[in-house]
């Protein structure tokens, strides 16, 4: 993982010219935890795809195989991001006395398909850290459209996380219960998502990229003792630098 990390930092220096965007900001969320507030954490911001290697926000990934061209590109890639999500006991009063849950990260193999009218993309996720022992499998579709200056990166998700990772995440073990928080073993369970960029120039090179998510997490979460909502929010806003300027295509937007 770090020869890869390492290996995408350097491409993204040498390549400069190719539709870099470089940034920072903040990311907030919130969890589904009873009693949980909102976390808000800095965040880096990267986009880049020069058709070897890319970076999507927090995705990062090198093609294995695939086709570039104008009209349509597809590509077969080995990826990983990480999974921010978990928490500690102390988060919330409903929490004392639960284990912590970890973030970890998660790789795999990505498959993507865009054209001129959007985009597809199809990705397999295993926990490559061990915290969960978990698989996911995500179906992504998304387009691109302007109004003014502004550009929209509209993007509709469907992700499933098996019963390893709902029962890490969400689920109440023997010795975790208490009258008040019952013991629970999650199923596997959908996770449907709607979420867009907003894409604002304020200058040749830099522009404001913010972004609004909002994850339906289905009944197999909210069911758990330790929730109290079906529903996870998300935001990012951010100011970032663009090393090629253009108003339309100029770089691809992640997942």
Not at 24 to 33: D, E, F, K, M, N
Not at 38 to 54: H, S
């Amino acid at each position: 993982m770090k020869k890869l990390l390492l290996a995408i930092l350097v491409t993204l220096s040498l390549n400069a010219g190719d539709n870099v965007v470089v940034g920072a900001g903040v990311y907030s969320h919130t969890q589904p935890y009873k009693g949980m507030g909102e976390k808000v954490i800095p965040t880096p911001v990267f986009f880049f795809d020069n058709a070897l290697f890319y970076a999507r926000w927090a995705q990062f990934g090198v093609y294995f195989l695939g086709d570039k061209k104008d009209d349509l590109s597809w590509g077969f890639s080995l990826t990983a991001q990480p999974n921010p999500y978990g928490y500690s006991s102390s988060d919330s009063s409903y929490l004392i006395g639960m284990e912590d849950r970890k973030s970890s990260w998660e790789g795999g193999i990505d498959f993507i398909m865009e054209s001129k009218k959007g985009w597809f993309e199809l990705t397999y996720f295993h926990d490559i850290l061990g915290v969960t022992q978990s698989n996911s499998y995500v179906a992504q579709v998304g387009t691109t459209f302007h109004l003014g200056d502004f550009r929209f990166d509209p993007i509709a998700v469907a992700r499933y996380n098996d019963s390893k990772y709902n029962n890490y995440y969400y689920g109440v073990r023997a010795n975790e219960a208490t009258f008040s928080r019952a013991y629970y073993e999650a199923k596997g369970a959908m996770v449907a998502t709607a979420q867009t960029y907003i894409t604002y120039p304020i200058s040749k090179h830099f522009v404001i990229i913010s972004n609004f998510r909002a994850d339906y997490l289905g009944s197999e979460i909210s069911k758990s003792s330790i929730t109290d909502t079906n529903a996870r929010y998300s935001g990012m806003l951010s100011i970032a630098y663009k090393f090629s300027y253009s108003k339309t295509k100029d770089y691809f937007f992640g997942r």
